[in-house]
């Protein structure tokens, strides 16, 4: 088991490594000058050289590479020039805010994924003939197209949903900061005002990114609601003579529930990349907006950091699985060389 | 239980299935003729979408980059019948182009990532060992960038256009394919007649060509056909972002942004006609590859 744990560890910092580089010199290509762009172009040629020695961008490449994964090992992602803040500092402001986000749209996704999936995988075909449309056209929106669709008939045309515009009524006083979560912290603070009109903002973005992720993950249990119902295990329980309540949630669906845990890495990623896009439709200070503005002003370290975390996040769920199922099933920790 | 489960995208007669016929030895011909039917529906479609894109702008004849302050923000109308934009561009005009874009920069990305991925994928399930274990873990660290971060990446690097967008697509599907290729290999490769091949003396080269790639070019296909689906999405998803193809080019996703402003108003036209047709176009294109996927490997073998 050990040498099983350090093989997985090991792969994931490879893979790391390869990203970090990735997102290195991808960055490094561009051919515009950063510290120009910074300063703009009424800037004095001085003034924008003594910025390119501060930032380090006048240095070799393969010496600002190492300065990187040197700051990098010590935890330090940086410095954003744009609106001079490390990237720490700024990924832990805006994080909250695409967490809260990501994890209502996965929860959503879950609660209608998982029942439709398992009605689809039963007799009535009708059922599976409509959650198969459904999750056809659910994967083939484009995901901003739908907030904004949602946009259109909920807040324009009904008029029941608050104006797309960030994560609560400037109205509204914000509640005190302890976990950033504003729906845990106003709940923490007892200010029920404030949560209903933070859940009010919350909604329209959340479906917009659960949608497309319960559709696809709808097919997902599905397809192994049917291939575990196969199994001799589920046909002894039942000669055995368990309720099919019983057999469906004691034995099918445990299992079923699987492809799930081995996909998440995957579908974690697609998630992250969507708040991206949703984030921009709904005007949410999240991570998303700020990396889109970071990108343009070519501003390297929020940019690598995003990249990196976002690297980090899908190695770590992958990693995190591949140990799961390492300890659920030897054959996996056996038979991986 | 078993009859309705054991073949759950082309269902066996039940019920409903043996409508159409009565046997049901029939019943299942039926079905199965109704699913390569469905198959066909769905190549016409993307074949209409094809001529759509390819003779549509000469067919309609208005200029999508025509501006006209008269006739801005009118809805859908007659003369207009997906309305007309806040230049008073003609949507329909701009659609029918913008379908022209995301099929061309699609069909090209897509082939070149198919191509280098299938190379890639073949050459690393054949030799094996380190090499495959090093560009394996290289794989998947391009598989750690999604297509969107990836294409607002090169934006910046070479300036956002047709080219960056496409660069995008087609790098980070390459590992999808390589690991599709691998898997196949991998498992041709204790085959008896790719011994049977070895035994008889042929070189690897001609093994790989004549052999293994007709094998795996089914799995191949069917990720392409996925491959142009997310490449669609990925282009729109760029161009709402001003990191794709540059307006006053007619870009499906870029029209979205546009009109988003005015979407809010209720002037909805600018925004939700681009998006049908990016819906459509993806949706056939995934509804092509389930089929391919159905067809070639009716039993589910692939999933192994």
Redesign the interface.
């Known amino acids: 088991m050990a040498s099983f744990v350090v093989r997985r560890v090991l792969a994931t910092l490879a893979v790391l490594f390869f990203a970090s580089l990735i997102a290195f010199v991808l960055l490094r290509a561009a051919p515009g000058d950063p510290a120009r762009k910074l300063l703009g172009p009424q800037a004095s040629e001085q003034a924008v050289s003594a910025l390119r020695a501060d930032m380090g961008v006048d240095r070799p490449l393969l010496q600002q590479y190492g300065t990187y994964v040197g700051d990098l090992a010590t935890g330090d992602l940086g410095y954003s020039w744009r609106t001079r803040t490390t990237v720490t500092a700024e990924l832990t402001a805006r994080l909250p805010a695409t967490l809260e986000l990501a994890m209502t749209a996965m929860a959503i996704a879950l609660l209608l994924a998982i029942p439709i999936g398992v009605l689809s995988a039963g007799r009535r075909r009708w059922v599976d003939r409509f959650s198969r449309a459904g999750a056809i056209v659910g994967l083939g929106m484009p995901q901003f197209w739908l907030g904004l669709v949602l946009i259109l008939v909920f807040f324009t045309w009904l008029g029941i949903a608050p104006a797309p515009f960030g994560r609560i009524d400037d109205t509204v006083a914000m509640p005190a900061r302890t976990t950033g979560l504003l729906l845990v912290d106003s709940l923490i603070a007892g200010d029920f005002a404030a949560f209903g009109n933070a859940l009010s903002h919350l909604v329209l973005p959340a479906l917009t990114l659960a949608i497309p992720l319960a559709a696809y993950l709808s097919r997902i249990v599905r397809r192994s609601t049917i291939d575990v119902y196969r199994n001799d295990y589920v046909r002894t329980a039942r000669a055995k003579g368990a309720s099919e309540t019983r057999v469906l949630f004691r034995h099918a669906l445990p299992n079923a529930l699987l492809p799930i845990l081995t996909l998440s890495g995957m579908w974690f990623g697609e998630l992250m990349a969507g708040a991206l896009l949703v984030e921009a439709v709904f005007n949410w200070p999240g991570i998303g907006g700020w990396v889109a503005q970071s990108i343009q002003a070519q501003d390297y370290a929020p940019v690598q950091g995003a990249i990196l975390l976002g690297a980090l996040v899908y190695s770590v769920v992958n990693l995190v699985t591949d140990l799961l199922y390492g300890v659920v099933d030897p054959r996996i920790r056996l038979a991986t060389t | 239980?078993?009859a309705?489960?054991r073949e759950?995208l082309r269902?066996a007669p039940?019920p409903?299935g043996g409508r159409t016929a009565p046997a049901p030895g029939r019943g299942r011909r039926a079905w199965a003729a109704l699913g390569a039917a469905g198959l066909r529906a769905v190549a016409m479609g993307l074949v209409a979408f094809l001529l759509l894109a390819l003779v549509g702008p000469l067919l309609w004849g208005k200029d999508p980059l025509a501006v006209d302050l008269q006739s801005a923000l009118q809805g859908p109308s007659g003369t207009h019948p997906f309305g007309t934009d806040e230049l008073g561009r003609d949507v329909f005009a701009r659609f029918l182009v913008g379908a022209r874009i995301s099929l061309a920069v699609g069909v090209c990305a897509v082939f070149c990532s198919s191509v280098v991925g299938t190379l890639i994928g073949a050459f690393t399930g054949l030799v094996g060992g380190p090499v495959d274990a090093v560009i394996g873990?290289?794989l998947?660290?391009?598989l750690?960038?999604?297509a969107?971060?990836?294409g607002?990446?090169?934006?910046?690097?070479?300036?956002p256009g047709a080219v960056s967008v496409g660069l995008a697509i087609a790098v980070t599907g390459v590992p999808w394919y390589a690991r599709t290729v691998r898997s196949e290999v991998l498992s041709l490769r204790s085959r008896e007649f790719i011994d049977a091949q070895r035994v008889l003396g042929a070189p690897t080269g001609h093994i790989l060509i004549r052999h293994v790639l007709p094998s795996v070019l089914g799995g191949v296909a069917v990720q392409a056909s996925l491959g142009i689906?997310y490449a669609v999405?990925a282009i729109?998803?760029l161009g709402?972002?001003?990191?794709g193809i540059q307006p006053p080019t007619p870009e499906w996703?870029g029209m979205?942004t546009e009109g988003?402003t005015y979407?809010?108003?209720?002037q909805?036209w600018m925004?939700?006609f681009?998006?049908l047709g990016?819906?459509?176009l993806?949706?056939l294109s995934?509804?092509l590859g389930e089929g391919l996927r159905d067809h070639l490997d009716p039993h589910g073998k692939l999933r192994r």
Request: avoid cysteine; charged fraction near 5%.
């Open positions: 239980m078993s309705t489960m759950p269902p039940g409903h873990r290289a998947d660290g391009v750690a960038f999604p969107l971060i990836m607002m990446a090169l934006a910046v690097a070479m300036g689906a999405l729109a998803g709402f972002l001003g990191l996703g979205i988003r979407l809010i108003s209720g909805w925004s939700i681009p998006g990016i819906l459509a993806v949706t995934m509804a």
